[in-house]
């Protein structure tokens, strides 16, 4: 079963908000490398308290922890860009009044109050912009002591977790319940559209017949990175049609190159690109010359936040995915967002010393 662990690594400096930086790109690498680790569950305590003849609602959140919040809240704060995401898409980003300093979509999402950096959630900002909800994410993207200390503060948090594709469209269901109002409908129609969405291009993928070896490139740097057994990645890869080669080891992410290299894999997809590293990069890497997919020119870039962040476009990225394994599928899937194209830009926003998957 897929686990999303959304640990930050805190490097120097910290470019503008929404830009693609050094610190989030290896925020990123933890945050996929981490997909596969036990998600710990914070410790149920009261409730905060929803003020008298105030309607409420009372949910449980990913951690199993009851919640009760205001039926309709007015104040939301969200502690990640794939709720950050959500919110907008269900027509709430007009109740949102705080953000994290990595929100980078919608387009409004950048605008956001920061409440949340790669070194935590900024409490003074908490208690000023008085929240009725704050919306975090599970497995330490959203620090547990954080957590803690904002219901402590009694703010009500609802945590979410997604661990697995079905899990994405279930936290869905789970922020339109905790928003309220028009969003509870809207959450329950986005949900079953991306399910089916998903299904037609899994069932267009399980049709070509082929399940070509897949190695979906997480960062190259320090070591090479790539899914882990029973990943989120592994089960993308596997509903694009294609066979995941993994590290063998559910909490290891990292793969040594000559593991790689005996597995062959005939395609290798760019999670990476974003940051500089392009087909023309892999191949000029020592030993490479050799893999079929490298010999076949079958080393695809693409927009791995797409792919991987837990949010609205989880298809769209599946789209995106099956087309990097199934080129022979691209003229049926055009009633999806088309690929940027991605070694085109990653020069001006490629990182001197890391690369990455983007933050969920």
Known sequence: MTRLDYRSVAPSGVPGKGSHHPWALALGVAAVMALAGGAPVIAQSPSAGVPQGVPATTLT??????????????????????????????????????????????????????????????MEQVVALEPDLVL????????????????????????????????????????????????????????ADMAASIERISALAAATGTTPRTFYE???????????????????????????????????????????????PEVIVLGDALYGVCPDVVAARPGWADITAVRAGAVRPVNDTVITRPGPRLADGLASLTRAIHPELADELTDFPADPPMCAVAASTAAPSASGSAQP
């Open 61 to 122: 959140d990913d951690t199993g922890t009851v919640v009760t919040i205001p039926s309709d809240p007015a104040r939301v704060i969200s502690l990640s860009p794939a709720i950050t995401e959500t919110a907008f898409a269900l027509g709430a980003g007009d109740r949102l009044v705080g953000g994290t300093d990595y929100d980078d979509y919608p387009a409004q999402a950048p605008a956001l109050p920061d409440v949340a950096t790669y070194t935590g959630v900024l």
């Open 136 to 191: 975090a994410a599970g497995n330490g993207f959203t620090p547990d002591a954080d957590i803690a200390r904002m219901r402590e503060l009694g703010y009500p948090v609802v945590v979410l977790y997604a661990e697995d594709v079905d899990g994405v469209m279930a936290d869905i269901r789970l922020i339109g319940d905790a928003l309220g109002g028009d969003a509870d409908a809207a959450a329950e129609s986005m949900a």
């Open 218 to 264: 997480i960062g190259d740097q320090p070591e090479l990175y790539g899914p882990a057994p029973d990943s989120f990645i592994e089960d993308l890869v596997g509903l694009a049609g294609g066979d995941a080669i993994t590290t063998s080891d559910p909490a290891v992410f990292s793969i040594p190159v000559e593991q790689l290299i005996v597995a062959d």
